[in-house]
C-alpha cells in the first residue's frame, strides 16, 4: 500500500479546469513540503509546484504559474493542485511527493529530493 495517492486526472478540453488530489496515508505528512511533478511520453520528469510544510509558500513552473494553484489541508492529510486554462502541452502524468526533509524553509525543484511518491494521474488536454 502506497503512502500518497492522486486522484483527479481526467481528459478535458483545452481551456478547461481539474483539481489534482494528493492524499497522504504519512504521520510526517504536516511536517514535510509537497511536490507535483509531472511526465510527458517520452521527456523528462520536470517541476510543476510545490508547497512548504505549513502551507505558508509555494512556488511554481514557469509555464504554469499563473494557471495552476497548490495547496494543502494537513488536517486531512492532503495536497491540492488546482489547474485552470489547461492547454495541451500539460497533457502528462502527473505525481504528488513529499520532501525527504521535514521543515525544509527552501522549496526543491529535482525530483530526487523527494523521498515518497504517489503512483500518478493522467491528465489529458485535447486542442
Known amino acids: 500500500q502506497g503512502q500518497l495517492a492522486e486522484s483527479g486526472g481526467g481528459l478535458v478540453q483545452a481551456g478547461g479546469s481539474l483539481r489534482l488530489s494528493c492524499a497522504a496515508s504519512l504521520r510526517t505528512f504536516s511536517s514535510v513540503a509537497v511536490g507535483w511533478f509531472r511526465q510527458a511520453p517520452g521527456k523528462e520528469r520536470e517541476f510543476v509546484a510545490a508547497?512548504?510544510?505549513?502551507?505558508?509558500?509555494?512556488e511554481y513552473e514557469n509555464s504554469v504559474t499563473g494557471r495552476f494553484t497548490v495547496s494543502r489541508d494537513n488536517a486531512e492529510n492532503t495536497a491540492y493542485l488546482q489547474m485552470n486554462n489547461l492547454k495541451p502541452e500539460d497533457t502528462a502524468i502527473y505525481y504528488c511527493?513529499?520532501?525527504?526533509?521535514?521543515?525544509?524553509?527552501?522549496?526543491?525543484?529535482?525530483?530526487?529530493?523527494?523521498?515518497?511518491w504517489g503512483q500518478g494521474t493522467q491528465v489529458t488536454v485535447s486542442s
Open positions: 508547497i512548504g510544510w505549513n502551507g505558508g509558500y509555494t
Open positions: 511527493a513529499t520532501d525527504r526533509r521535514p521543515f525544509r524553509a527552501v522549496l526543491q525543484r529535482t525530483f530526487t529530493e523527494y523521498i515518497y
